[in-house]
């Protein structure tokens, strides 16, 4: 059973299916379509799409969001937040990396920069049957 259960980790990771389900579930949730299988069809196509034109997939997220979220952990405009700080804030949103190596604080547009990066690679890489 043990086998089985690490095949479908496996399985699950090598596919990035977490990052793909949520970021469908994420679309559903917000424009709650009346026919969810056919948006889910538009959106899964619109991610092929976007992966194999190199541009940004479906997304609820966007520069000015992750500016936000920055402007929300920096309270008192200091102009920089602590390396912890951000990365907590980007596992919220599902980023798992280990970002701002050798960073004590982090400015607005270095958390921006690395969010987008970030962010982009979990939308758009899900790995291709072909």
């Known amino acids: 059973m043990l086998n089985h259960e690490q095949e479908t980790r496996d399985y699950v990771e090598e596919h990035k299916l977490k990052g793909l389900m949520t970021q469908l579930i994420e679309l559903a949730t917000y424009h709650q379509p009346t026919d969810i299988r056919q948006f889910l069809i538009e959106q899964l196509k619109k991610i092929v ?33 602590a390396r912890e700080q951000a990365i907590s804030a980007l596992r919220k949103l599902g980023i798992e990396e280990e970002l701002f190596l050798g960073m004590e604080r982090v400015t607005v547009e270095i958390f921006v920069k690395e969010a987008q990066e970030e962010f982009q690679k979990i939308n758009s890489n899900y790995k291709s049957s072909r």
């Open 49 to 81: 799409e976007a992966r194999e034109l190199g541009i940004q997939p479906p997304s609820l997220l966007d520069v000015t969001n992750f500016s936000s979220i920055y402007g929300l952990i920096d309270v008192n405009n200091r102009g920089w937040i």
